[in-house]
């Protein structure tokens, strides 16, 4: 199995994605998760990260607090989507399992410099403040890493949280542009790739045809965060955003994209955060990241089902 760092903010999406990954250990070997304040702030996401590792039956999993606020600017919430507690929807008792002590940027850094070179996938599924931290703290560790696959920006489906941006990037845009400079092979699942994985009526079903106390729990979840764009945009469901990073790990032939150029809007006020994408290659920039566009949305909400019956 491909070891994996994931980095998050749950988030009912973020939740959904640690599920995944932890019902698949024949394809992942989960070294840690680490959070980061992002949806909610990090109080929140620290103990919603254990909630959901006990949710899964692996309350051994190292779960870890990274920073809470962004690299150099004021954090930024979603409560709007996610409620308040950032896992709206079910009622949820407090975690049992511990925090682990150490810092989650230390954790990175400490995992990194201990695996061989290149085995260590990073996982970003929130702003990317842990890991552009890590790299600037650490420029030793970034030779180290083997691949980051992360969910953020947009190229024709630009932005959520602004016209123009993503809400991962926007939070932390200095910290993701740390990340597509560092020279680490990167695939990215924007907006592109998320909105056409749409949580439709028939899928959710299928997980609370489940049974589970696991399915039950995503239907809910489900239910809750997609009262924000069926009410706002009339649309059939919500985009199931960060699952697709874990997804991609486990079949990859579910996507496709373009090996392309991707650079971070660091400085404008009206298109902060965006992910300038050159996808019909036109600016001689070396590509540095794999931008991902069309997914099988069928196939991953099949993969989905058959991995979360296990739980
Ligand atoms: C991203 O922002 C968060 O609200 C979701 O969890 C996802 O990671 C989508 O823009
Ligand atoms: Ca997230």
């Known amino acids: 199995p491909r070891k994996i760092i994931i980095d998050t903010d749950p988030g009912q999406d973020d939740a959904v994605a640690i599920l995944l990954a932890l019902a698949s250990p024949e394809d992942l070997d989960v070294l840690g998760v680490v959070a980061v304040a992002g949806n909610v702030p990090l109080p929140l996401t620290q103990k919603n990260t254990r909630i959901v590792c006990e ?17 150099q600017r004021k954090l930024i919430t979603a409560e709007h989507v996610h409620g308040s507690t950032g896992l709206d929807g079910p009622e949820m008792a407090d975690p049992v399992m511990t925090l682990q002590d150490q810092h989650g940027v ?15 996938t990073l996982c970003p599924l929130g702003p990317l403040t842990n890991i552009g931290t890590a790299f600037k703290n650490a420029p030793d560790i970034v030779e180290k890493v083997q691949e980051i696959v992360l969910m953020g920006g947009g190229y024709f489906e630009q932005g959520n949280i602004t016209p123009a941006a993503e809400f991962n990037i926007y939070v932390d845009p200095e910290a993701a542009d740390i990340v597509m400079k560092s020279g680490v092979p990167i695939t990215i699942m924007p907006l592109d790739v998320t909105h056409k994985a749409l949580t439709t009526k028939a899928r959710v079903d299928k997980f609370r045809a489940m049974g589970t106390k696991v399915g039950d729990m995503v239907a809910a979840w489900t239910d809750f965060f997609e009262r924000f764009d069926k009410e706002k945009y009339g649309s059939e469901g919500a985009p199931l955003h960060d699952p697709t990073v874990i997804a991609y790990l486990i079949q990859p032939d579910l996507f496709q994209g373009r090996h392309i150029n991707v650079e971070i809007e660091t400085k404008s006020e009206l298109t902060l955060g965006v992910t300038v994408a050159d996808w019909w290659g036109v600016s001689g920039r070396e590509p540095n990241a794999t931008f991902m566009k069309d997914i099988d949305a069928d196939g991953f909400f099949d993969l989905l089902a058959t991995r979360l019956a296990r739980l």
């Open 106 to 120: 230390d954790f990175i850094i400490e995992t990194l410099r201990a695996e061989p070179a290149g085995t260590v």
């Open 55 to 71: 949710l899964a039956g692996f309350p051994e999993t190292k779960v870890f607090a990274g920073c809470d606020a962004p690299m």
